[in-house]
């Protein structure tokens, strides 16, 4: 367990919904990162939030946002959802702004 | 562009047989090697960070090792609960994003 958690476990919905995902990071990390994982194209950066700020954009579309909280959990929103929005979605967390990541179990989101 | 290559996609060993696991990644600007082991449907799990070439770190069966231009993971007389994929990643650039290779699938037959 590396005290990253993640809710919902699972997602099903339908295309053109919006979602929430919802991440806590382990107690003293200040980092969040936002990462997708298809079968495709692996594991890919979507977002990184350093208490409350957000430091870095990877590949992540214009319909999806995130935001980190004073309290420094973070949520992952999805909008307009299609297809090939299914995957995994997974949070980590980390003490720095660098380092090694710590994962969540992870959310799976499937669009139908 | 960050790029890390990790090969062979799969591996497939006896228990007991040694292997190593391959990495390569974008040289320029690196901050860091870091492996990592996920099961199926779940989230990654740390393993090593690396730092300096010549640096090596071991954790039971596992050792990692990092040159100039790659790391090697050994798995030396490995169990079935030793299946899993290995990732490995690369940290560095201006974002303190992590960029990942595509994995190792290895499989540990009993």
């Known amino acids: 367990d590396s005290g990253v958690t993640q809710t919902p476990k699972h997602l099903i919905t339908a295309t053109g919904q919006r979602v929430t995902l919802r991440c806590s990071p382990r107690s003293g990390d200040l980092s969040v990162y936002w990462y997708q994982q298809s079968l495709d194209q692996g594991l890919q950066f979507l977002i990184h939030?350093?208490?409350?700020?957000?430091?870095a954009k990877g590949n992540i579309l214009e319909r999806f946002s995130a935001q980190q909280f004073p309290d420094l959990h973070s949520e992952l929103n999805l909008s307009s959802l299609e297809l090939g929005d299914s995957a995994l979605y997974f949070c980590?967390?980390?003490?720095?702004?660098?380092?090694?990541?710590?994962f969540g179990p992870g959310t799976r989101l499937t669009v139908l | 562009e960050d790029q890390v290559t990790q090969s062979p996609e799969a591996l497939r060993l006896q228990e007991g047989e040694s292997s190593s696991l391959n990495c390569s990644y974008t040289?320029?600007?690196?901050?860091?090697l870091f492996w990592y082991r996920q099961d199926p449907g779940k989230g990654p799990e740390f393993l090593f960070t690396l730092y300096s070439a010549g640096e090596e770190k071991e954790k039971e069966r596992l050792k990692a090792t990092l040159t100039k231009k790659e790391s090697f993971l050994h798995i030396t007389a490995p169990k079935p609960e030793d299946s899993a994929t290995y990732l490995c990643a690369r940290g560095g650039g201006s974002n303190y994003k992590l960029t990942f290779g595509k994995g190792t699938l290895l499989t540990v037959n009993p």
């Open positions: 939030y350093y208490n409350g700020e957000e430091r």
């Open positions: 040289v320029s600007g690196l901050r860091g």
């Open positions: 980590a967390s980390s003490v720095r702004m660098e380092g090694e990541q710590f």
